[in-house]
Structure formats: C-alpha cells, structure tokens
Nanobody, 117 residues
Framework: QVQLVESGGGLVQPGGSLRLSCTAS????????MRWFRQAPGKQRELVAT???????DYTDSVKGRFTISRDNAKNTVYLQMNSLKLDDTAVYYC???????????WGQGTQVTVSS
C-alpha cells in the first residue's frame, strides 16, 4: 500500500506564496501520474494540476500562470508551487497518485491552505 504524506500548507496573505510537498512511499513513484486536487468548503473536489510520469504538466484554468507542479523522482516527491495566491485558493489540497500499470490509485490526507488578509 502506497502512502502519500503532504506538507507545506498554512495561512498566507493574498498575493503570497506557498509550496506544497507530497512524498510517496514505495518504489514505483516514477511510474505514477501525480495530481493535486483541492476542495473548498461547500464545493466539490476539483483537479488543480497534473504531472505525468514523463514530466508533462496540465493545470486548471484558474491557476494557470500562478501554480507550478513538479516532481523529484529521486525523492519520491511531487510539489505544487503556488504564487499570487487569491482568496478563492483557500481549500484543503490533496495529493493523488495514479499507478496505471497496476490499476491502483492513492490519496493523501490533505493539507489546509488558507488565503486571508
């Protein structure tokens, strides 16, 4: 069973930055597609960013140009660099791993990001 452990959330003012990290256990990390989701109070969970096992990235429109997803396979870690944060970015952010080779997927426990003045 793969475990995903997130860190880096917190309270930040509008316009500020945070970097989220998600570290996976096991030896198959480099095969995973990694994603970041978020869920704001009263809203559905939404996909924020994806990075494939080949390093291709994709973002939801609302974060394009502000967020950057990256991965370090040597550290089994995916990152989400969040810049120019807005009030609407407030949410619990979840790390997600898709292992298409084994047909498995995994979720992290979530980390709270609060953007407030």
């Amino acid at each position: 069973q793969v475990q995903l452990v997130e860190s880096g959330g917190g309270l930040v003012q509008p316009g500020g930055s945070l970097r989220l990290s998600c570290t996976a256990s096991g030896s198959r990390f480099r095969q995973f597609y990694m994603r970041w989701f978020r869920q704001a109070p009263g809203k559905q969970r939404e996909l924020v960013a994806t990075i494939t096992n080949g390093g291709l990235t994709d973002y939801t429109d609302s974060v394009k140009g502000r967020f950057t997803i990256s991965r370090d396979n040597a550290k089994n870690t995916v990152y989400l660099q969040m810049n120019s944060l807005k009030l609407d970015d407030t949410a619990v952010y979840y790390c997600y791993a898709a292992d298409y080779g084994l047909g498995q997927n995994y979720w992290g426990q979530g980390t709270q990001v609060t953007v407030s003045s």
